[in-house]
T-cell receptor, first 114, second 114 residues
Framework: DSGVTQTPKHLITATGQRVTLRCSPR?????VYWYQQSLDQGLQFLIQ???????AKGNILERFSAQQFPDLHSELNLSSLELGDSALYFCASSVLADSTDTQYFGPGTRLTVL | DAKTTQPNSMESNEEEPVHLPCNHS???????IHWYRQLPSQGPEYVIH???SNVNNRMASLAIAEDRKSSTLILHRATLRDAAVYYCILRGAISNFGNEKLTFGTGTRLTIIP
């Protein structure tokens, strides 16, 4: 158990819909990262927040957005869902945001878009 | 951004050492080399990281080439529990705000043969 929690574990929805994935980082961790893992794309970095502020952006679509709240939990919002958005979404957290930091990953949320 | 190249898959016999290679020919002087692994149906977990010198911990050893253009993760005595996808990634200095290198890619799928 990494100490990072993600809800829900599974999500099934239809194309065109909007969903919100939630992540609670380990106690004391200030940085949160979001990743998407699909079968043919590997683990793709989406976005990182540090202490409430956006720190780095990866391959995040404009239909996706995220935020980190004052209590440091984070939400990833996916809108106008397409079949290709079906994937595992992982959240990770770390104490800071520097190059020596260890990321601790949550168990993931499996999103299925029908 | 500097990228890493890993073989798609490798096999090893149980209780034998495993050497997992990673090429990162465009690494910059301040990039740290991190290794993570992802066991089946789990989120990735940290294995080891280093900058220039070889590193050892309870899980593995990291051998870094003198020119830092490649590295090797060494599992000294592979067990069935080590079967996983292993990712080699580079993490840049904190001064690279907004340019954090967090690309995991597809990693190396390690199969352990009993």
């Amino acid at each position: 158990d990494s100490g990072v929690t993600q809800t829900p574990k599974h999500l099934i929805t239809a194309t065109g819909q909007r969903v919100t994935l939630r992540c609670s980082p380990r106690s004391g961790d200030l940085s949160v990262y979001w990743y998407q893992q699909s079968l043919d794309q590997g683990l793709q970095f989406l976005i990182q927040y540090y202490n409430g502020e956006e720190r780095a952006k990866g391959n995040i679509l404009e239909r996706f957005s995220a935020q980190q709240f004052p209590d440091l939990h984070s939400e990833l919002n996916l809108s106008s869902l397409e079949l290709g958005d079906s994937a595992l979404y992982f959240c990770a957290s770390s104490v800071l945001a520097d190059s020596t930091d260890t990321q601790y990953f949550g168990p993931g949320t499996r999103l299925t878009v029908l | 951004d500097a990228k890493t190249t890993q073989p798609n898959s490798m096999e090893s016999n149980e209780e034998e050492p495993v050497h997992l290679p990673c090429n990162h020919s465009t690494i910059s002087g301040t990039d740290y080399i991190h290794w993570y692994r992802q066991l089946p149906s789990q989120g990735p977990e940290y294995v080891i990281h280093g900058l220039t010198s070889n590193v050892n911990n309870r899980m593995a050893s990291l051998a870094i080439a003198e020119d830092r253009k490649s590295s090797t993760l060494i599992l000294h005595r592979a067990t069935l529990r080590d079967a996983a996808v292993y990712y080699c990634i580079l993490r840049g200095a904190i001064s690279n705000f907004g340019n954090e290198k967090l690309t995991f890619g597809t990693g190396t799928r390690l199969t352990i043969i009993p």
